[in-house]
């Protein structure tokens, strides 16, 4: 068992996600099929955040390539995350073609600043980026509602709906 002193609370680890939240997004093209083949990397990029350098066990601004759900996140750790992902994911529309995901630990999801023996937590706010050559093409913003904590004791994973993203290219 992990303890933390986190927010002057005590918590405790009871699953192997406890901490990690998942993003996922299911990209379409202009007619609203699926699109299985990325040609350009879709991000979630962090924006508003001015202390981001400050931030523990993840500095500096993120950006984080959206991957095919079995990509990022069964096989995100080669531990015991994998067989329990495996598990929990079995019955979610996610996992059909055309989707993909970030999955983002707790120092990713959180600005930890750290506060002489604790952290203070500050959300962090992103958006969905489209990479192509030298640019960043705003596709969506992301909400709270989109961030779906993957700890057992939030419900189950069939409940994560994904953000519908529409490429017309």
């Given at each position: 068992m992990v303890l933390c002193f986190c927010r002057n609370a005590l918590s405790a680890q009871h699953c192997p996600f406890?901490?990690?939240?998942?993003i996922v997004i299911k990209v379409i093209d202009k007619n609203g099929h699926p699109i299985t083949d990325l040609k350009s990397a879709i991000l979630l990029y962090e924006i508003d955040n001015p202390r981001a350098?400050?931030?523990?066990?993840a500095q500096g601004r993120l950006s984080v390539p959206f991957r095919e759900p079995k990509q990022s996140l069964i096989e995100k750790y080669n531990?015991?995350?994998?067989s329990w992902a495996t598990r929990y994911s079995g019955d979610c529309s996610f996992m059909e073609p055309g989707h993909y995901a970030v999955v983002l630990?707790?120092?990713?999801?959180h600005c930890m600043l750290k506060n002489e023996t604790w952290f203070t937590y500050v959300?962090?706010?992103f958006e969905i980026r489209l990479q192509k050559a030298d640019s960043?093409?705003?596709l969506a913003s992301v909400s709270r509602e989109n961030i779906y904590s993957?700890?057992?004791?939030?419900?189950?994973?069939?409940?994560?709906?994904?953000?519908?993203?529409?490429l017309d290219d």
């Open positions: 406890d901490g990690s939240a998942m350098d400050s931030c523990t066990y531990n015991t995350w994998k630990n707790q120092a990713q999801a959300e962090r706010n960043l093409k705003v993957l700890c057992t004791s939030a419900g189950k994973w069939s409940r994560i709906a994904p953000l519908e993203i529409k």
